[in-house]
């Protein structure tokens, strides 16, 4: 990537410890002006959705107005709900077809203000996928969530491990160069875990997995490779190994 960019972009995550339960939000937000600058935040009982919001509110709020951004989120929730929704709520007075408040209307009434007269490109990352500044910003928010919280960086781009690209098709993930992956024999899963809510279930089959998340807003999916592999996983998404997760009776 050049070393001035044309637009800064920013990787937001949420996070929480039960649903409702404490959360964290994290954001790494890579300027045009060659700087890094990593926040982030907790609230003792929140939602993992309220805390997409607010990582995406705390972006924009610490980035000029005219500025160029891309906000990179794995959130089909705030994505679909800012570019879509948002205005049919507001026209309705925030309220939903039904005649019901918007659910969690005081962060969206947040966000619709702050995109009013920017220039905004929306991307869907895949989470838990291998994106650095995806991963790096779930990282943050669940640290914030969950202690000990990580220390936080502000400083030169050339001086941050992380990089701030893409891969091709960043709803599909990174994965390793061609060259590299062919030399490797493709591991075999151990079990596939899906949480959508604060429900976790194990599966045997990414086709059971794919079934139980598809369509569903702020879920979450990953391939384990082995007991210890997770109980990793679970406790990055802040639930504790030994908590009861359901087998899929399909």
Not at 70 to 92: K, L, P
Request: glycine share 12%; net charge positive.
């Amino acid at each position: 990537m050049d070393k001035e960019w044309e637009k800064t972009r920013v990787f937001a995550d949420g996070a929480s410890s039960g649903n409702p339960g404490p959360g964290g939000w994290g954001v790494v937000i890579f300027g045009i002006n060659g700087t890094v600058v990593e926040k982030g935040g907790f609230h003792p009982l929140t939602t993992n959705n309220r805390m997409e919001l607010q990582a995406t509110i705390e972006a924009l709020r610490a980035i000029p107005r005219d500025q160029e951004v891309e906000i990179c989120t794995d959130s089909a929730y705030v994505i679909n709900g800012i570019t879509g929704w948002c205005f049919g709520w507001r026209r309705n007075g925030w309220k939903t077809k039904e005649g019901t408040e918007v659910l969690n209307r005081e962060f969206w009434e947040q966000l619709f203000a702050l995109v009013q007269g920017r220039k905004i490109k929306w991307t869907k990352v895949r989470g838990h996928a291998g994106i650095p500044g995806n991963e790096r910003a779930d990282a943050i928010a669940v640290s914030f969530s969950k202690g000990p919280r990580t220390t936080l960086y502000s400083g030169s781009r050339f001086g941050y491990d992380i990089i701030p690209e893409l891969p091709a098709n960043p709803d599909e993930g990174s994965s390793a160069p061609r060259s590299s992956k062919s030399q490797q024999p493709k591991q075999p899963a151990f079990s596939y875990l899906s949480m959508v809510g604060s429900s976790v279930m194990r599966h045997k089959t990414w086709t059971q997995c794919e079934r139980r998340v598809k369509g569903q807003s702020g879920a979450k999916f990953k391939k384990a490779l082995s007991a210890e592999n997770e109980s990793e996983i679970l406790r990055g998404w802040g639930i504790s190994a030994s908590a009861a997760v359901s087998d899929d009776p399909s």
